[in-house]
């Protein structure tokens, strides 16, 4: 059996998806001034679907 490849193809896309997701997040983090909140929302800081933000 060779699990060990298989193994290192599921490590390597993990990695992957995990620095995607940080990315993601960072620019979120970085940019959230750009958004503009949407029109009904009572926080100024919510941009995303109306969900207010997350404090980290």
């Known amino acids: ?3 060990s ?3 290192k193809t599921k490590m ?4 992957q998806s ?3 997701i940080e990315n993601a997040c ?3 983090h970085v940019r959230e001034s750009e958004y503009m909140p949407l029109l009904d ?3 100024p800081t919510s ?3 109306g969900v207010p933000s997350v404090d980290i």
């Open 47 to 49: 941009f995303l679907l």
């Open 18 to 20: 995990v620095m995607k």
């Open 12 to 15: 390597d896309t993990m990695l």
């Open 26 to 28: 960072f620019n979120v």
């Open 1 to 3: 059996m060779d699990d």
């Open 41 to 43: 929302s009572e926080d």
């Open 5 to 7: 490849n298989d193994m």
